[in-house]
Each structure stands twice: as C-alpha cells, then as structure tokens.
C-alpha cells in the first residue's frame, strides 16, 4: 500500500514537472532567441544559449513602426488610471450598499449582480459610435473612464466588507461628529485594504493585456496601448525579422513575468479569494 | 430612534452609489441600447454617423446575419474551440486540484508547480498569440527545428497553412492559458469544504478515488458550475488569440464570432449595423448565460445551506455503504 502511494506520487510528480516545463518553454525559447540573431534563429529556432544579438535586434526593432516607450507609457496611463478609479468607486458603491439602507438598495444589488457578467466587448459598436460622435476617439480617459462602473468588483467589495466593517465602528465616529463621506475615506478604506489590494492587480493586469477596446478606439500611433504595439509584429514589416520580433514580445512579456514571480504568492491567494467570494 | 437615524443616513446611499450609475448610464446602458438600435438601421460606411432605421424589413440585418455563411461558420468555431478547451482544461484541473489537496501525500515543490501552471494566465494574450505564431513558424520555427532534430518529422511542416491544425493550436493556447487558473479556483472550492467531512470519509475507510466522487466533487458543485458558465461566456468573446494568431484563417477556420464583428465594423469593412445586430445576437445568449449565473449566485438562506449539506453528507453514508455492501 505505502509502496503503490510512493509510486502515484513519483507520478504525479514527474507529470507536474512536464506541465511545468510546457508553461515555460514557449517563454524561454521567446528570451533566447530575442538575444539572437535572425541568421542563427534561422539556422536553429531553439537554443538554450543565449547569444549577443540583443542590442542589434532592439535596434531594428525600434527602427521600424515599433515604439515600446511609447505604448509602455500610455498603458501605464490607462492602467493606473482604471484601477485607482475601479477600485475607488467599486469600494464606495459597495460602502452605500452596506452601511446605508435606503428603499432601492436591494434592487440595486440584484441589478449589479444581474450585469456583472456581460463582457463591455459585446456593445462596442454603441460605443464606438458613441465616443465618435463626441470627437473622443483617441482619448485615453475614454478608456479609463467607464472603469467607474466596474459591477463585478463591487460585487467583490461588498462581499468582502459585510463581514470585515462593522456597523458600530461608524456608528461610533458619527458620534465623535467625523462626516459621512469622511468616515469611508479613513475608516472604511483603510479596513478594506486587503481586498483592494487583490482586486487593484487584478484590475491592472486585465487593463494592461486589453486589446479590443483600444484597438477600436484608438488609431493615433502616440496613443498606441502596448498590446496594439504588439500586434503591429504581426505585420509585413516584421516579417524576416526574427530576431526583432522575438525582442519585442520579450520586452512586452518580461516586465510582468518578473513581477508576477515577484508577487506571485498574492496573486494565486488573490485567485483563490475570488472565488471563494462568488 | 435606530430606525430614525438610519432613515436619515438614506440619503447617503443613494449618493455614494450615484457615480457608478451615472458611469453606468454614459458607458454601459447608453452603448448597449445604442448597439440594438444601430442593429435596425442602415449605419455603415467609414465615419458615418447618421441612420435611419430600414423601413422594408426593420430585421433585415439580423436576418443577414443569420445565414451568413461565415457567421455560421465563426459560430461553430467559437463553440467549437470553445469545448474542446474546456473540457482539457477542467480534467486536468480538477486532478492537480484533487492532488494537490489530497491529505494522505503532498507533492514536493507544489507551490513553484502552482506558480508555473497560473503564469501563462498573466501574460498579454496579444503576446502570446504572436509567439505562437513564431513558434510553429515555417519553414524554421522552433516547432519544427524540434521536431527535424528529434526526427519526429523528415522536413519542416507548415502548420498554419492546415485549418484543423491551426485550430488545435488554439485551443490548445486556450487550456494552457486557462488551466492554471481554474485549479486554483478548485483548489481553493476543495479546501473551503468542512475537513469533518473527509475525516468522516477516512474513518469510513473510503479510498482516494471514492472520496473524490462522493465528498470532494458533490461539495464543490457551484463553483463547478461557475467555472463552466464564467468560462463560456469568455469562450464566446474570443477575440484576442484568434485575431493575432492566424487573423482567423486559414480559410476562416480559426476565425471567431469575436472576430467577424470586429471585422465587419472595423476591419475594412465598416458595416455597423449588420455588425451591432451579431452584437445584440451573443448578447442576448450571454444575458441568458448571466441570468442561470445570478440564479446559482443568489444569496442563500444559511439555513437552507445546512440542510443541504446535512443531506448530503446522509446521501454520502448511504453511497459508501451501499458500496460496501456490494
């Protein structure tokens, strides 16, 4: 018995570690060859050798259409733009829904709850049409904005501060004369600290990977999202550029590799609590 | 007097959930209506902002829809790689799931294992779909440099150029990217069941395989069905792997519902109102998938829990008895 349960584990073991070399292959083979000229990508693809072509294939890569700078920034933009503004707001509206009662709150509840699922992606003819009309088209804020309305994360948020704030606390600083609004800002904020944090990364990592809405809206290379960046790769211009095109997804793909092996063990927890929560 | 303050205090509700709405009206309810109603009009043509609604036949773009033949076509796509994903995916993620909580062994390095399994979730889809690109690439992608080497293949292969290949290609990105993350879902479901349960199923003598069909599966049952519907309603909006990957070729073969909207509307092409009426189309099967979604989510009556799970667990005793019997 205790034989056959050290051979399941070997197993299982040996079958993690192949998963695992499948999730990191495509990655590793990805940074080598960006380090690697396109002649020798063409003589072999894969390498485990890195070798000294990096600076060269940066070169061409910038040379051409590709501005990574350009799409860094105006991602960090929209992204830090969205997550202050989702999490604020989703926190506030679940404040409202909590503390107060009022005739409406309930209805209101079930309605979040009713459009929390449906995708922006499936109106955006509406709001192309919309932002067009307006003249806003390759406005940031046009992406940044309607993160005000995030339902599903009020949803998280008021599943998570029913239980953590307690209702005498603010009781409690009414009496001591502290203002509604300032109550939220100092008292309830700072409890649910945690639960922003988890959503906050959540938030700005599906801002940052966002690739429908800008490429509708936006058509200004100065106001290119990183993701549509990468999609120029894809084209003609790239096309015997190995080297480069390899440099480019590694430049796209490192810096949330690393901070996600940085902050990995929150952002499983974070998963994890999600789901709990729903 | 509690009741008088807090009526007080009403208004303040309706105030602090004032911005979302008014957010909600401008980018959600405002586009969506819009949307259905450009789906009655005759809106196309580049910077086109004008319409009047059609006057022959008000449904004419839905029905243009509706049998056209590449519609039909992304439509069995996208369900397609859809089910072909998930079903992978939610196998293989209930089993690490299951050994990975499993009480009687515990795996060295499984939280490195969990780390390296989630990590492809995080990355850009834009990114990865470009890659993919690059790796099966011919004639001397790193697919097919492998393959030549270890002899599984004479001389390179053009993968892209074949429709059932490249469609296995993305489904397969798909359970990659996706597989990681629904095992630390199920994990977290397994984990939150009561452990008197699973004691009571070792001291009943159950083995692993009972376990896992009689306590663990039963008990995690919502967020199975979360899982499913969540995930079904992100296959239906496929949109970022099959646009970059193949641009939806070869021969349409990879292209998605996600992609010939975006095509109709914005590629080229500009036709709003045929688009905004597929639109309306997945939107009202997503309404329809959220509306079972907000059912099972609805808030429980504790009680009614604890019957359930008292049931359940006298449903459990009979099964393992029964099996014993036998």
């Known amino acids: 018995m205790k034989k056959n349960q050290a051979i399941k584990k070997t197993l299982i073991f040996i079958l993690c570690l192949i998963l695992a070399v499948i999730s990191l292959m495509p990655f590793v083979i990805m940074i080598v060859n960006s380090t690697r000229s396109t002649a020798q990508i063409q003589q072999h693809a894969v390498s485990l050798i890195p070798s000294v072509y990096l600076a060269n294939n940066l070169k061409i890569l910038v040379g ?90 009020v949803f998280f948020m008021r599943q998570y501060m029913k239980p953590a704030l307690s209702l005498e606390i603010v009781q409690s600083a009414r009496i001591d004369g502290a203002k509604e609004f300032y109550i939220f800002n100092r008292i309830a904020l700072p409890i649910m600290k945690p639960a922003i944090a988890t959503q906050a990364i959540f938030t700005f990592v599906s801002s940052w990977n966002n690739l429908f809405t800008p490429l509708v809206l936006l058509t200004d290379q100065k106001k290119y999202t990183l993701p549509i960046m990468i999609s120029l790769l894809r084209g003609d211009i790239y096309k015997t550029e190995y080297g480069a095109v390899y440099m480019g997804l590694t430049l796209t793909a490192l810096p949330l590799i690393v901070v996600y092996l940085m902050l990995s063990k929150y952002i499983i927890a974070g998963v994890a609590l999600g789901s709990v929560k729903g | 007097m509690k009741k008088k303050s807090s009526f007080s205090y009403a208004r303040y509700g309706y105030l602090f959930s004032l911005p979302f709405l008014i957010a909600f009206l ?80 515990k795996i060295p390095g499984e939280g490195v294992f969990k780390v390296l399994f989630y990590m492809p979730n995080i990355i850009t889809a834009a990114t990865i779909a470009i890659l993919f690109n690059a790796l099966f690439g011919y004639p001397m992608g790193p697919v097919n ?122 590629s080229g092409g500009y036709i709003y109102n045929r688009a905004a009426a597929a639109s309306m189309i997945m939107f009202v099967l997503i309404v329809v998938l959220s509306a079972f979604l907000f059912y099972l989510l609805r808030d429980r009556d504790e009680a009614k829990l604890r019957k359930i799970v008292r049931q359940q667990e006298k449903e459990y005793r009979k099964k393992l008895k029964e099996a014993a019997a036998k």
Request: aromatic share 16%; glycine share 6%; charged share 10%.
């Open chain 2, 145 to 266: 440099d492998l393959m030549v080497r270890f002899g599984l293949l004479s001389e390179p292969y053009n993968f892209l150029v074949k429709k059932d290949i490249a469609q296995n290609i993305i489904i397969f990105i798909q359970t990659w990217m996706w597989y990681g993350y629904t095992m630390v879902i199920l994990i977290s479901g397994i984990l939150g069941i009561s452990p008197e349960i699973f004691e009571a199923a070792e001291v009943d003598g159950a083995n692993g395989w009972q376990t896992f069909w009689l306590v663990t599966l039963p008990n995690i049952k919502t967020i199975l069905l979360f899982t499913l519907v969540t995930s079904l309603i992100g296959g239906l909006n496929m949109f970022d792997i099959p646009k970059l990957f193949l641009l939806g070729g070869p021969d349409n073969a990879t292209m998605t519902v996600g992609v010939f909207i975006y095509n109709l509307a914005f």
């Open chain 1, 64 to 153: 051409k259409s590709f501005n990574p700078a350009v799409g860094f920034m105006n991602s960090i933009m929209v992204s830090v733009g969205v997550t202050a503004l989702a999490t604020y707001f989703s926190t506030l509206t679940a404040y409202s829904l909590v503390v107060y009662e009022w005739k409406a709150r309930n209805a209101f509840f079930s309605f979040i709850m009713a459009i929390m699922m449906i995708p922006a992606q499936i109106t955006m003819i509406g709001f192309y049409q919309m932002v067009y009309k307006i003249h806003m088209t390759n406005h940031l804020s046009m992406l940044i904005l309607p993160a005000i309305a995030s339902p599903s994360m």
């Open chain 2, 26 to 105: 401008i980018f959600s309810l405002y586009p969506t209506l819009y949307t259905a109603t450009i789906g009655f009009t005759d809106l196309k043509g580049i910077g086109k902002t004008t319409w009047t609604f059609l006057k022959d036949d008000p449904f004419a773009n839905f029905k243009w829809v509706l049998t056209s033949p590449t519609f039909k076509t992304a439509f069995e796509n996208t369900v397609k790689m859809w089910v072909c994903n998930f079903v992978p995916q939610i196998a293989l993620a209930l089993l690490l799931a299951a050994w990975f909580t499993d009480r009687r062994f």
